[in-house]
């Protein structure tokens, strides 16, 4: 299939990635001037935020029954819905501001659940790897939210208008998600049938998406701040960490498109699990921005092809009958790390500082490669 071709056919998934990406950059790099807002430390930060992993758990558990329900619209809904949401922390007073990220995070988790149950079904019906591709989409989104924000915080705006703005390029890009059988086959079980076990596919490959997203975002949501305080960078150069490894990750990510047809899983996780652990290191190891910069890059190329990696994985080792129920169910487990990371990293920090934060999310790496020799050999 030519280039154009798999982007064409694959524009639904990568419209909804992107509108993710745009919208968790832009709050990402507005972070200090929301911290700043809120009047509040890192750590009551981090405590404020926990509610979001709550209600996205909450929107991931019922998303296969709403994804079976909508029908095609299913994901353009969600989408929508996830971008609305997004409007809210910004207009947020302190006491309704866990409030408001529980919207956000509804809007989120509902919206993974349903897009990478549609990738999967697109990867094994068209014979061709998408994930990568799918998930450059969320990191170029993400790179051009934060920078986007990061001129604008320069200029003066403040949160309120800038996640407003967000949300409108988002809700256009939702509107990109619509197909005419968009609807996503085995998200439940049919009546009268009952439900094949999933087994440890899904449980095995969540816990490395787990690990990827609980990383991976974590120093997304906290560089910004990372550079700007540890490091004394200006609002511009803070923007450019959550950017940088954004932009990093989706050129990475579009070579891992081509290695993902090419090398075994195992190396591509491990090498990927290595390389991000070592990124980590530079980071917490700064002296510098242009050093924590050079700590991002290294940590974008390794995390880049990890979950996109253990996605197709579980998409490809589960059942074809169970397919879309065991990416949902290992949707479900990783999530679990795209949003208790930032939190936890919050409260790392507070009582411990950026630094470790950074040293703590190279630890978690290691546990990838175990992970993932696990899957293979029990599949």
Known sequence: MSPLKTLS????????????????????????????MLGVDEATLGLYLLLTPVAAVAAMLVAPSVGALLGRFALPLACGFMALGFVLPGLAPLALFPVAMMAAGAGTGLTDVLMN?????????????????CHAAYSFGYAGGALATGALRQAGAAPPLLLTLM???????????LEKDGRIKGLTTPKGQTALPLGLVPLLGGAMVLVAFM???????WSALHIEKTLGGSATAGAMGPALMAMTMGVARLGGQGLAARLPALWLLTAGAVVSATGA?????AISPLMAYAGFVVMG??????????????GQRADPKSRARAVARATLFGYFGYFVGPPLVGLIAGGFGLRFAFVFAAALLALVPLLARSLIRRS
Do not use: C, Q, Y
Request: proline share 5%.
């Open 167 to 177: 949300a409108a390029v988002a809700g256009l890009l939702a509107l990109a998600t």
């Open 117 to 133: 149950a549609r990738v999967a079904a697109m990867e094994n019906d068209r014979g061709a790897p998408l994930m990568n591709l």
């Open 281 to 285: 290191l530079i980071a917490a190891a």
């Open 9 to 36: 056919s694959a524009r639904p998934a990568i419209a909804a990635f992107a509108a993710m990406g745009v919208l968790w950059g832009s709050f990402a790099a507005d972070l200090p001037d929301i911290k700043a």
């Open 301 to 314: 190329v390794g995390s880049s092809v990890i979950a996109p990696t253990a996605f197709s994985l579980v």
């Open 215 to 221: 990383t991976e975002n974590a120093a997304e949501n």
